[in-house]
């Protein structure tokens, strides 16, 4: 099977009612789409990307009027959440109805929830009687896509269809909290910065470390390419690895190694979240021996990139 791509909804809704897979975009990063109430369907998710069962899978609405499909109560401050963040890339673990399958959820109790803003996925949600269970599509572990031909390039012998949306415009996944303990809690730095949730509900405090995840996403090594990656002052790595055949990702800094990717000459962290994964996936296909990053500033849309870059460093078991 070789997977087809187009911009026909028709098509998708089709593949995703009968219940196959199908490649979709988002603003944050493409995903790869189950009928969410079909744990056949959402089975096949796990199948193409050799994801383990024990990392849950995040549901798609289209509609907040939707969420009571999906979810059986709403904690202080959700509503709130819902009304200045969505549609976008947030995604808000809840409580689940019994009607949501234990694969989506890993057996948890609890449910990732969000409504993507891109039109396209939008528009596919609105033809459909279900939401979507939806990670990244792309081989577990490896680095997310951002285009159409990502998806292709990775997963295109598994899965009919890929619905072509065009490159995503925030390009990192979605920010994950969820309700603990009477307070919220990050789970993932992601496409919203904590400051701007601060500001609707008041203090966010850090998830603890876990041995298994209680939200996609929380996997030490994570986002990984196939070459080492080393994250920190970029002079200092270069001189302890003075024979690799360098390459570096930087913000603004045009370092003089074998290649640099800029992310933003701007020093925009938007625009360099956009440009983050497409880098680490050039840099892991362009013959380098090893990449280099910096720390990007802790603030806004770089804690997101620092938080990719500590997973795509950290060594898999």
Request: charged share 20%; proline share 9%.
């Amino acid at each position: 099977m070789s997977a087809h791509l187009g911009t026909d909804l028709h098509t998708a809704a089709e593949l995703l009612r009968t219940g196959n897979i199908v490649a979709i975009p988002t603003e944050t990063v493409y995903g790869l789409a189950a009928n969410a109430f079909d744990a056949e369907a959402v089975l096949k998710v796990f199948t193409a990307k050799a994801r383990p069962s024990f990392d849950p899978l995040i549901v798609h609405i289209g509609h907040p009027d939707q969420l009571g499909l999906v979810v059986r109560e709403l904690p202080e401050g959700a509503e709130q959440l819902m009304k200045a963040f969505w549609p976008g890339p947030l995604t808000l673990v809840l409580p689940k109805r019994p009607e949501v399958p234990d694969i989506v959820t890993s057996g948890l109790d609890t449910v990732g929830v969000r409504m993507p803003s891109h039109p396209m996925a939008l528009e596919l949600l609105s033809q459909l009687a279900f939401p979507l269970a939806a990670p990244s599509a792309n081989p577990f572990g490896y680095v997310s896509p951002t285009t159409a031909r990502h998806v292709a390039d990775q997963l295109g012998e598994t899965i009919p269809y890929i619905l072509d949306g065009g490159p995503c415009v925030v390009g990192v996944e979605s920010t994950i909290i969820g309700w603990e303990e009477e307070g919220w809690t990050l789970y993932r730095h992601g496409g919203v910065p904590v400051e701007d949730l601060e500001e609707v509900i008041g203090a966010v405090a850090m998830a603890p470390p876990r041995i298994l995840p209680v939200a996609p996403g929380q996997l030490e090594s994570h986002y990984a390419p196939r070459i080492p990656v080393l994250v920190g002052d970029v002079e200092q790595l270069r001189a302890e690895h003075p024979h690799e055949r360098i390459a570096v990702i930087a913000l603004r800094r045009d370092y003089a190694v074998w290649r640099t990717m800029v992310l933003s000459p701007a020093g925009d962290l938007a625009e360099a979240a956009r440009n983050f994964f497409g880098a680490l996936r050039d840099l892991e296909a362009s013959g380098a021996g090893m990449i280099l990053a910096e720390r990007f500033p802790d603030e806004g849309l770089g804690r997101a990139i620092n938080d990719r870059l500590r997973r795509a460093a950290a060594k898999r078991g």
